[in-house]
């Protein structure tokens, strides 16, 4: 709220000018009745005798529409910007969460929350400065005139409104958690349709229509049940404020007649004390209202609070230092990794790439590999040891750094609905479209991105879904290449290509990685049979370590898993390879697991 300490100021000096000049318009007009009605006798022309009164009134309704409008022109300023503003910090502070926090939540809901509560902040804010202000200058000065004109009309509006706004506060502030709960049920109901929709071409493959509709009306029903409980109890709050509303209306004539007969006060007096007492009731009225939906708007900002604004899991320490890397030299140095506490994935992991190596990674599913990228990246911390890139722990490093000089091409690339050109150049703001152009020919994607109407321009809708899943991979490859990073880590990168543009891309690649460090995660092993390195994954061990012919010659577990590989791809699991063997993996094999000492 820092930049926003002025606007909010003056809207508040600007509408407590139109909230006074609103509230003594009766007391105008009681002025000019007690005029009318002392004009027997007197034989000046009526508009002259009630110059002062007329002028006042005048000037009363012109301030209010000065004052009204100034805070309308303010609104329209300080509004959108300070919308802006939160969604901004909101979506600054979710951007530095963990891998692990955003696996844990629907994009969708995370989305509608950011919106959300940003729109909450907002009425959060305007019911303060344009509800409750307003209208605690329309009590106070309501009260003040009302004790001017008779200590006990006046006290009984005082007491009158300091009940009523104590009861409302109350009963808006039990409803708070069936508003939260409300909103807290839209934001789910929200998130379960954007994964229904995300998810639409599963739905049309396994004609799950009719599923997904019933799925849907589960939370649908939820929502529809938090929502009555939330519209009782206001619906409770209404009879309160229409019960009270009468009892001040009719409190309030009856003793300004009373008052009246006693020739305690005037008709002007009178006629004052009826018209203050319809507008207190028309703002006392909607101060229920206005309560219920500020605690709802509360709620709202806390839910997104309470979701969003969470400490994040891993945050650059606070000495942390840009990460150069001259060589590209990474070491594991006795790590400890568990994602879950006592079920370890790596004791004690040692190992070292040197500068340049092309190393891959094999290994059943669940043996580490993609734990071990995970760490290079930083998407998670050890428990314990270091990794290092020449010779600098990554941990006292800013994660920035970090990702500007290691490139990864995953398995299932998304992409941003974005053009084409955008999508490539993602890799590197300032490339220009040569650079571009080279990319997209070096990963093979020119061949289809002339062929499209649009060409580079084209959009490829959300997370890529007008292209096919070898048309995203080339685009990621293209990317990857326009960064041109010292550290390149490929899983899976062409597992969706055919095999002859796989082997073009693959030679493409080859010239591209130079002297890059690389690490290729890979399923077929055929696509890292020409690498400098192999290592040999399994269940947080390396179990193997050597190139393709030393691995062969060893006649251990790699061996086993070329020699029985079916096309060229590794079995998923050991399972796999025992159903696929006939057998449990025999007493050489387990013996070289057992045996097996983490790699130097």
């Known amino acids: 709220m820092g930049g926003f300490r002025g606007w909010l100021l003056l809207m508040l000096i600007l509408e407590t000018g139109q909230a006074a000049s609103n509230i003594l318009v009766p007391y105008a007009i009681g002025q000019i009745i007690d005029g009318v009605t002392a004009a027997d006798g007197n034989a000046a022309p009526l508009i002259e005798r009630l110059k002062t009164p007329l002028l006042l009134f005048a000037a009363l309704n012109v301030a209010e529409i000065l004052f009204s409008r100034a805070s309308g022109a303010c609104l329209i300023v300080a509004g959108p910007r300070l919308r802006q503003r939160t969604t901004e910090m909101l979506y600054a502070y979710l951007q530095h969460h963990s891998v692990r926090y955003f696996s844990g939540h629907f994009a969708g809901a995370l989305a509608h929350r950011i919106t959300e509560t940003a729109m909450s902040v907002n009425h959060t804010v305007w019911a303060v400065l344009f509800d409750f202000w307003p209208i605690g200058v329309v009590f106070a000065v309501s009260v003040t005139l009302l004790l001017r004109t008779h200590a006990d009309l006046g006290g009984f509006v005082a007491a009158w409104v300091l009940v009523y706004v104590g009861v409302s506060f109350w009963l808006a502030k039990r409803c708070r958690p069936y508003a939260q709960d409300y909103a807290e049920t839209r934001s789910q109901v929200n998130g379960k349709i954007v994964d229904s929709v995300t998810n639409i071409l599963n739905v049309k493959l396994f004609a799950r229509f009719y599923h ?21 109890y206001m619906e409770r709050v ?56 500020f605690f709802e708007y509360v709620g709202n900002v806390s839910n997104g609070v309470t979701t969003i604004v969470k400490p994040h899991d891993i945050v650059d320490a606070p000495e942390a230092q840009p990460l150069r890397i001259s060589r590209g030299r990474i070491e594991f140095r006795d790590v400890r990794f568990s994602y879950v506490p006592g079920q370890c994935v790596f004791d004690g992991l040692s190992v070292v790439i040197e500068p340049g190596q092309r190393v891959g990674l094999v290994g059943f599913s669940g043996s580490g590999k993609s734990s071990f990228v995970g760490l290079i990246l930083r998407y998670y911390e050890p428990q314990g040891g270091q990794v290092l890139i020449d010779g600098t722990d990554i941990a006292h490093v800013t994660q920035d750094s970090l990702h500007e000089q290691v490139s990864l091409i995953p398995q299932d690339p998304t992409l941003f609905h974005r053009s084409l050109k955008e999508n490539i150049r993602y890799g590197r703001l300032d490339a220009d ?38 048309q995203r991979q080339r685009i990621a490859i293209a990317r990857v290449m326009v960064k041109d990073a010292p550290i390149l880590i490929l ?25 890059k460090t690389v690490i290729v ?4 092993l055929s696509t890292i049979a020409h690498l400098d390195r192999i290592l040999v994954f399994d269940r947080g061990r390396i179990v193997e370590d050597g190139n393709h012919e030393e691995l062969l010659a ?27 063997t006939g057998h449990t993996p025999d007493a050489q094999l387990d013996a070289t697991l057992a045996e ?4 130097e």
């Open 212 to 232: 997904e509709r019933e799925y849907l009306n589960r939370y649908l029903e939820t929502e529809v049940k938090a929502g009555r409980r939330t519209f009782w």
């Open 491 to 515: 899983d899976e990168a062409t597992s969706s290509l055919d095999s002859i543009t796989e082997k073009a891309i693959q030679e493409n690649l080859d010239l591209a990685m130079g002297r």
């Open 433 to 470: 479209h040569a650079d571009i152009a080279v990319a997209a020919r070096m990963a093979r994607a020119d061949e289809f991105i002339e062929g499209m109407k649009d060409g580079y321009e084209s959009l490829v809708g959300e997370r890529g879904v007008k292209l096919s899943g070898g």
């Open 596 to 599: 097996a000492s983490p790699a």
């Open 521 to 524: 995660v890979a399923h077929r």
């Open 554 to 580: 060893a006649k251990g577990f790699y061996q086993k898993l070329w020699t029985m590989q079916a096309g060229g791809f590794l079995p998923d699991t050991r399972q796999e390879f025992s159903a696929y």
């Open 238 to 293: 209404r009879w309160f404020q229409f019960l009270s509303a009468a009892a001040l209306k009719v409190g309030t004539i009856y003793f300004a007649l009373k008052l009246w007969d006693q020739g305690l006060i005037g008709v002007g007096d009178f006629a004052m004390s009826a018209g203050l007492a319809l507008l207190i009731i028309g703002d006392a009225r909607n101060l229920s209202r206005r309560f219920l939906e």
